[in-house]
């Protein structure tokens, strides 16, 4: 199996007045095309960070960090969006939706910053809309819906330009355990039927269950990382 | 991102912040209006200026005259050029000339039946008196060929009065008779004939003119006057001067030899130390432009001219430094609409960090982002520009109708021309304008909306 993603010595520091902290530490990983990696880690680990760094929304002080075969560091921060656009998803714990939007264009938006056509953007928010399970709330702006069925329209957002990498930063922090695990089943189907690389932070181990490899963070190092054999075995 | 999406968004963000909207959308509203009805009133200075301009004399004429050349500080520089037939054919030859006529200027008693009065008589070129900017109401225009026959302007009638009442007016009945006079129906002159007697020392002659047409136009420069082919003016003058001075055989046999006039008079100017040089030469152009070239390189050839055109131009640049400062005032009020503009769209950034760091996760380009506050921003331009204008017709509508009340009280009879008025291209210049305004405004926050990191509005959840 090739890899989608591939870190190689990410270090990343933040000053803090005269404090520096250290988020990530030298970090190496990679990430198999397809694969749904979670990280598992106490909080101020550095898991966001290096979620961040991953997807290029932030430019580590050290290392790189290569999707497929393009070196993020190398590339111009102009285009960074429109390659972010055509390759990632983004769900987050607090969904951030636009609350002026109605879930139809919150979801259409990707779409519309590509320039596709109104009438066939619609349609494919509709329908992507229609799979998480929303067909009846497609007009409704984010504070008419609930959290999970916000989630579902975060969920599709995510998924409507067939990205090839999901970055998720805890998607069930929000929710209560049954919509979660709604949530999840509704997101692992997805990306499993269309091969894409999921990658999860979260706190919560029933949601580690789902994954195909779960990594644990403390201080900004990897010291753990365990294939989803290996996992079963455990338990 | 396509334009409509671009607009819908842009729009759809101004609606959410109503109030904030209407409000700095109302400041370009005002300071549209008060460029507008700024610009406006110069405007309609500038046109009033230039209607009652064109009262007192066509822009199109210039007049070539004898006398002295001035320069800008009003000292004499030169004698102008003489004013003959080689000076006639010069002038014809400029570029951008339609027509041109010399003239003789010849005042006089004249009689009408049993009524008599003052005359003053012009003598142009019959032939080109239809391309001189002369109208005739009643009858018909001079033509080529014509010989003793007049063109009348509407007041010319005025002047005469009967022998009778003049003679009252001498043993003093004053003016209230005169002014009790009724107007006189300037129609009445038509095919009458209207003679003039000239007075040499031993000699006296009347001359005879049938008057074929009435010039169109009251209170202008032309109805005062009785205009009469060159020919017939040129030879009462020399039956006058040379009555004068010289012997009167001279003076029969001109007036037997009346088609050789004016092979005799190009003769005598000459010898006869200009006396016979044309008293103004009138020249024809175009249009106003035109006019003001014509008249510079006639200046250029040493020539004395006059022409409304010329003062029209000093005017003009007087008025365009009126409608400057006008602007001016106008245009700070939009200078405080703009800054309105900024302020409005850098608060609603800080508000919106958060949305905008997610639209740039999610995919949103630079030039995304800056497109669409710059479009907010043109969008409270645009609306301003709009309604700004609707508010300066009713402004201006307001301004014309206070000041046609105030006017008409003022001076009677003249019709009321607009004080404020407003072109089509400054319709068209407010709108554009508030866009740009609102575009400029809009850059500096649309700036900042661009350099907005998107990890703070997502990590501060
Ligand atoms: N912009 C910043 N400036 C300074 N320090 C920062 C900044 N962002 C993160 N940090 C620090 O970096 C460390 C790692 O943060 P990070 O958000 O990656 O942790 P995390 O593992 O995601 O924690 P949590 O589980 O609470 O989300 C923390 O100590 C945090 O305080
Ligand atoms: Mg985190």
Redesign the interface.
Known sequence: MSAMIRIEGLTKKYRLGQEIITALDNVSLEIAVGEFLCILGTSGSGK?TML?IM?G??RPTRGSVFIKDINLSKMKE?NM??F???YMG?I???Y??????TAIENVS??L????A??KERSKRARDMLVQVGLQDRLKNRPTEMSGGQQQRVSIA?ALI?DPKIVFADEPTGNLDTKTSSEIMGILTKKVKASGTTLIMVTHDLEIASYADRVIRMVDGHIIEDKRRSVISEER | MNNLDLLQLSGNSLWRRKVRTILTTLGVIIGTTSIVVMLSLGIGLNEMQRENMERWGSLTMIRVQQGMIFDAEGNPLKEGKQLNDEAVDELRSIDGVLAVSPVYNFGGEASYGRKRGGLNLIGLDASSMNQLEFTAEQGRLLEEGDRNVMVIGREVINNFRDEAFIRQMRKGMGMEGMMSQEEQDPGELLNQRISMTINARENKRIFGFTVVGILEGERTEHSYQAYIPIDDLKRMRDFGSNGNSRSSNMVIMEGVAHSRVSTASSKRSATQQNSDDYDYILVRTNNVEQSQKASQVIKDLGYNTWSMADQLEGIEKTSRTIQAILGGIGSITLLVAALGITNTMIMSIYERTREIGIMKVIGASFHDIYKMFLTEAGLIGFLGGIFGLCFSYIVSYIINRLSAGFMNQGMVGGEASSISVIPVWLTLFAVLFSILVGLLAGIYPAYRAVRLSPINAIRNE
Do not use: C, D, V
């Not at chain 1, 951030?96 to 939007?101: A, E, Q, V």
């Not at chain 1, 519309?112 to 320039?115: A, D, E, K, S, W």
């Open positions: 966001t961040h997807a929304l932030e102009k969006p429109i972010r656009r055509k983004f987050f714990q607090s951030h939706l636009i609350p002026s939007l938006l990707p519309i910053f590509g320039g056509a109104t957002r330009n």
